[in-house]
């Protein structure tokens, strides 16, 4: 297997100086040897980390520090080389931390530029070409991307960068990941065409280790950590056409039973079904004329591994049949295949019957769209069709507030949009402006969120649609970014189109509209439905979905208590004693009211109580009333 890359520590340990010189001489000493860093070796103390490479070599590949969301995007600091702690121990006699860094725009990271990179013999890519990468690390948390040639690019949606200015596809050729779909997992991914795969926007060619690491805190004990390292690896073999995760050396066959279910692997499910009909003369139920040819997936199934029979009966019989990559349900009817379903993946070792993509030039990718979204305008407008409401509707305690029954779709949509995970509330306000005759209900509401990532919200809700709209709510979301924007206008495109789903984007390159009518939603609303049965987290994260739940609420409670500190301003303003003879009246009047409508035999015998949101003032009818208003009120400054 041609050429390996080998790469060194993330977390510290302690070793003997002997030991670390004997391992570090195990590994520069690997046949096929490209480029090891072990965080020893620089340029000099204090300046760039370069590697070990095989004797007459050219490139040192020296690692430069960056923060890509300045990078990518102008925001943030620079990083360098400090905010890679050395630990002073390790495998190798050193290593460094990465740090989980508490700054949305700071993400350091080190590398080498694509234009110290490109046609050296670290960029490996084309036809026929091999590659290993190994890492010693330390899992602290989570999933993370360890090493590799891996630029997502800014095409995740787009087929095409013909029409698109400054903006570069997919860079994508191969990368070692701790987790990816797996947590923990050494997980190799590799990409063909730097892009997509299977008609997926993610090249989802990937395969993981069975095993799994654990998380170690970074505050362990010398003790712990110097037990805890770990090695990464993800090996590819052109010759075997085979893509394999590695941790502490063992693989493990790693098989996934109903692939057609998985959020991801299903386009790889459905990729192998449409290979196989396009197989079949004439045009075959299910098959996409306009599926790609070169995304089937067809791992060999010439000989099978073993054959289990599940049924048989006359002259019909079904088997199981075990192929390398691949368990099938096969039905045979008279000794003649008339059915094949697909049971299973094998997801490790992976089959990869392509090249590693080869990038045209020495470009080094570009900037999302739109840029890093700063702001989300969320309208979310209704129409109220009061006669055809039940009773509840209008009762606050069943419905909850304007802001927490409708806002809480806005408050998500800002989470996702911006990636913020969490906000503050600056300002909340609701109302009754046009139905005096439901006096719990809230016809206006608005509120303003601050992101944890400096990012902002408005949303703006709302029951009053006219009956002159062609639908119950003109909806629309707008996203700022700092290169463009995009508009969604949900239900209609006032005045010009009764079809909803358009999308409206704006950036450096022109202007732009999409319908996605029929291309949004059903699955999205589909693995939400199973991840409340099946209590996991596909289409969104409980951490998520309960952090739009509490912003809500808590617009809601800032706006209740928007009308107490109006009360106690105007108490400031004019006066405790005017504003409570104000308070007065309007209790009296609506005593009075109450009294003309238990004299008229619309309350026999009652008891209830009407409080405001702040507890401040109450009036309690009770059953047998009082010839004094006084008598009935209760005043609690």
Not at 176 to 193: D, Y
Request: net charge neutral; proline share 5%.
């Amino acid at each position: 297997m041609r050429p390996s890359l080998l790469l060194a520590c993330i977390l510290s340990a302690t070793a003997a100086a002997e030991t670390v010189q004997e391992r570090v001489s195990t590994v520069t000493n690997t046949p096929g040897l490209v480029a090891f860093w072990d965080f020893t070796k620089r340029e000099a103390p204090g300046q760039r980390f370069t590697a070990h490479v095989p004797a007459g070599a050219k490139h040192d590949y020296a690692l430069d520090a960056g923060n890509y969301v300045k990078d990518l995007w102008g925001q943030g600091p620079a990083a360098g080389y400090a905010d890679f702690p050395l630990l002073g121990a390790g495998p190798f006699g050193e290593a460094i931390r990465i740090k989980a860094e508490t700054n949305p725009d700071f993400r350091p990271l080190l590398f080498v530029p694509r234009a110290r990179l490109h046609d050296t013999p670290l960029d490996i890519k084309g036809a026929g070409q091999a590659v290993t990468v190994v890492v010693w690390a330390i899992r602290e948390s989570g999933n993370h991307a360890l090493a590799g040639i891996w630029h997502e690019g800014t095409d995740l949606k787009e087929k095409t960068t013909e029409s698109i200015a400054k903006v570069e596809r997919g860079q994508r050729q191969y990368a070692l990941f701790a987790g990816l779909n797996k947590e923990g997992a050494a997980c190799g991914h590799i990409s063909e065409n730097g892009a997509s795969s299977f008609t997926n926007k993610y090249a989802l060619h990937k395969c993981n280790s069975a095993a799994q690491s654990p998380k170690v805190p970074h505050d362990s004990t010398p003790e712990v950590l110097a037990k805890s390292w770990q090695t990464f690896a993800m090996t590819f073999d052109s010759k075997t056409q085979q893509l394999t995760g590695w941790l502490d050396g063992q693989s493990g066959d790693r098989w996934l039973d109903n692939p057609q279910k998985d959020r991801l692997v299903s386009y790889a499910a459905n990729a192998w079904l449409q290979g196989r009909l396009a197989k079949i003369p004439g045009q075959q139920e299910g098959e996409d004329p306009k599926f790609p040819a070169d995304q089937y997936y067809n791992p060999p199934e010439d000989k099978a591994v073993s054959v289990k029979v599940l049924s048989e009966k006359e002259n019909r019989r079904v088997e199981l049949r075990e192929y390398a990559y691949t368990k099938v349900k096969v039905t045979l009817v008279a000794g003649q295949e008339t059915a094949r379903e697909l049971v299973s993946l094998r997801l490790n070792p992976w089959w990869y019957p392509h090249g590693i993509y080869q990038p045209k030039n020495d470009g080094t990718g570009g900037p999302f769209t739109i840029g890093r979204v700063i702001q989300v305008i969320g309208l979310g407008p209704h129409r109220l069709g009061k006669a055809g409401r039940p009773a509840w509707f209008f009762e606050r305690a069943k419905y909850g507030g304007i802001l927490t029954d409708i806002g809480s779709h806005q408050f998500e949509q800002f989470l996702t949009y911006t990636g913020a995970t969490d906000a503050t509330v600056t300002q909340a306000a609701v109302g009754n402006f046009a139905n005096p005759d439901k006096p719990e209900f809230e016809d206006f509401g608005e509120a303003s969120l601050l992101g944890d990532n400096g990012s902002s919200n408005y949303i703006r809700v709302d029951w009053f649609t006219p009956a002159g709209l062609g639908t119950w709510g003109d909806g629309r979301t707008v996203i700022l970014g700092t290169k463009g924007y995009i508009e969604l206008r949900k239900y209609l495109d006032v005045a010009r189109d009764k079809t909803g789903d358009n999308v409206y984007i704006v950036d450096e390159t022109g202007e732009r509209h999409v319908n996605v009518t029929g291309q949004v939603g059903f699955r999205f609303f589909g693995q939400l439905i199973l991840d409340c049965l099946n209590r996991t987290e596909t289409a969104m994260t409980q951490a998520h979905a309960f952090k739009a739940a509490e912003l809500c609420l808590r617009a809601q409670l800032a706006a209740n208590r928007r009308g107490e500190s109006l009360l106690r301003s105007m108490a400031e303003s004019h006066g405790a004693s005017l504003v409570r003879a104000q308070m007065e009246r309007v209790l009296d009047h609506s005593h009075r009211a109450l009294k003309k409508a238990q004299s008229e035999g619309i309350f026999r015998s009652s008891e209830a109580t009407e409080s405001l949101d702040d507890g401040t003032v109450s009036i309690t009818p009770r059953k047998a009333w009082c010839s004094s208003a006084a008598s009935n009120r209760a005043y609690r400054p």
